[in-house]
């Protein structure tokens, strides 16, 4: 699955990049660098002013909303955590793009929410209603009621912000397995650069709307890559395999 983005949009500037199927990709880059946009884009959530973003070699724009939800699917950053609905009722929501108009599920419906409830590890909670769980509770919540839509991309938008480091590990080692186990591609916005890296087979780093480096973590992780993009001094060492950074202190005027 190949996706194609050549646009000019409010904070971006002629993107043009492809992202494979079943790949990690991680957006990172300071605040205001137009990660978030750009992930809203991808999601068909804006529409670019000139370009085209092209899902399956199709330009997504022209597909039908249902029909797009059935292959890609974004968790937006915030969500109504006080919905008064249980973890099973909210899951069932993403069978919707698949159910036709029906208000009932079909056994095919069913077996899918039970899947998607069950790889997130929600059994034994999902009578459960959302105001009683916790942060990272919820969020696997809502992850499996993104999930239950089957799609073939998960768009994630800053999935671990505000949770503690327990529930953060949780979220990324879910993310993992729908990818490992189910060839997921996902696509997310990340703040931590270190969770990125050991998360992400690919980093993109934005900054001023542009593409600045695109490689694979390795490649991307190095001290010019934080002056230039952060305008940090850091120190970089390996971690189990992966790369990973110290801030030292704010960059010098000479390496801006």
């Known amino acids: 699955m190949n996706y194609q983005h050549e646009f000019t949009n409010f904070q971006l500037d002629d993107i043009s990049l492809t992202i494979n199927e079943g790949e990690v990709v991680s957006l990172i880059g300071p605040n205001g660098s137009g990660k978030s946009t750009l992930l809203r884009v991808i999601s068909r959530l804006l529409k670019p002013n000139s370009g085209a973003v092209y899902l399956d070699e199709r330009n997504i724009h022209e597909m039908k909303s249902k029909e797009v939800a059935k292959t890609l699917t974004m968790l937006p950053q915030m ?49 459960r209603v959302l105001p009683s769980m916790s942060g990272g509770e919820r969020q696997r919540a809502w992850i499996a009621m993104t999930v239950a839509q089957h799609p073939k991309v998960l768009l994630l938008d800053e999935p671990t912000t505000y949770l503690d480091i327990a529930h953060q590990l949780e979220v990324m080692e879910l993310v993992k397995e729908l990818n490992h186990k189910y060839n997921m591609t996902v696509i997310m916005v990340l703040h931590d650069i270190n969770q990125a890296a050991q998360n992400s087979k690919r980093l993109i780093v934005l900054k001023n709307g542009k593409i600045h480096y695109d490689d694979s973590p390795h490649c991307v992780i190095c001290k010019e890559m934080f002056q230039s993009i952060f305008e940090i001094d850091a120190e970089i060492y390996m971690q189990h395999g992966n790369p990973v950074f110290t801030p030292v202190k704010l960059c010098s005027s000479s390496c801006k």
């Open 79 to 127: 969500n109504n955590h006080q919905l008064d609905l249980t973890v099973r009722e909210l899951v069932e929501f993403g069978r919707h793009p698949h159910s036709g108009g029906k208000t009932s599920l079909s056994k095919e419906d069913i077996k899918i929410v039970d899947w998607a409830i069950d790889v997130t590890g929600l059994n034994h909670m999902q009578n």
